[in-house]
């Protein structure tokens, strides 16, 4: 591997030194000191695409794409691309190499949920949402996937592969349930005109923070972003919550409606689906470990009050 890292670096200097980061479950993701000193981050989408839930090839490309829009954005944080290979001949999947960002993850860091520090973050966090869903795209969906002209037809197709993906893994899901409350309330999703930047995975460990301040120095993992709802990145930033952030995020963000019918309708169609996510992907990642089967337990259950929240 450090000979194909040494190649793939090759056009940016010397590679002195590759560290594996750990926190990821999808890519293979590394910190690297090149021979001036500089480090970068190489991340490498697995080989195995056989092992992927149907949304997720061609991730890496997306997550390009995103970065390529916030390149002109410094409102969002995020990494500067420094090269791509999507030739998969270098490497056996796509390759990013991006800048390095300061801070450190803010899972990591250690604030209290009293700390100011904690509400800054949040503030920040959700400034960062409101830039990002000011920049929208051509149509509804994945940017490097399928795309429909309207939110309900790319919802429902969302859902509809991810049951598709239930099938082919034999993970056992309430898809009659799922589907029945996507046609009860897909007219909600006809609210959504315009299909602006989604990042859906803006957790705290994909955030980056100043430790000392809690100012967000850094946005990453954009690859599973797609052109849809805003309020679906209320779900991503608290996939086990019910509530659709915390007033420090409401906050930083801005004028959004979260508690209109149709509003509290979405988020939670959109926390239905992004359990089904969770639930799903155990089984071809292979987890493994004593966190896999209390998380499943955690996904299952918040599932199922969705599921009975959208009821009749």
């Not at 990821?24 to 690297?32: E, K, S």
Request: include cysteine.
């Amino acid at each position: 591997m450090i000979d194909a890292l040494t190649l793939l670096v090759a056009p940016l200097g010397t590679l002195e030194e590759a560290e594996l980061l750990t926190g990821g479950q999808f890519a293979t993701t590394y910190r690297v000191t090149l021979g001036d000193g500089a480090r970068v981050v190489v991340k490498t989408a697995p080989a195995r695409t056989d092992q992927l839930l149907a949304y997720e090839h061609d991730l890496l490309r997306a997550e390009a794409l995103v970065y390529g829009l916030a390149a002109s954005r410094p409102a969002l944080r995020m990494p500067t691309v420094l090269l791509t290979d999507f030739s998969r001949t270098v490497l056996p999947g796509d390759a990013l190499v991006v800048s390095h960002l300061p801070g450190v993850p803010l899972v990591d860091a250690g604030f209290g949920p009293s700390d100011p520090r904690t509400a800054r973050a949040e503030r920040e966090t959700g400034a960062v949402l409101a830039a990002l869903h000011g920049i929208t795209g051509p149509a509804f969906g994945y940017p490097c996937g399928r795309q429909a002209p309207t939110w309900r037809e790319s919802f429902t197709g969302m859902v509809d592969e991810l049951l598709d993906d239930a099938a082919t893994w034999s993970v056992p899901v309430p898809s009659a349930a799922v589907r029945s409350a996507l046609e009860r309330h897909a007219a909600t999703l006809s609210d959504v005109t315009t299909p602006a930047l989604v990042h859906t995975d803006l957790w705290a460990g994909n955030l980056f923070v100043d430790p000392s301040t809690g100012e967000v120095v850094g946005v990453i993992d954009p690859e599973r972003a797609f052109w849809g709802d805003p309020l679906a990145d209320l779900v991503g930033i608290d996939p086990m919550g019910r509530e659709p952030g915390t007033p420090a995020v409401l906050a930083g963000y801005g004028p959004i409606d979260v508690d209109s019918p149709s509003a509290r309708t979405r988020l939670d169609l959109y926390r239905m689906r992004l359990c089904l996510v969770m639930m799903i992907e155990i089984t071809p990642r292979k987890f493994e470990g004593d966190w896999v089967e209390p998380h499943r337990a955690a996904v299952t259950a918040n599932l199922h009050r969705a599921l009975e929240a959208l009821a009749p």
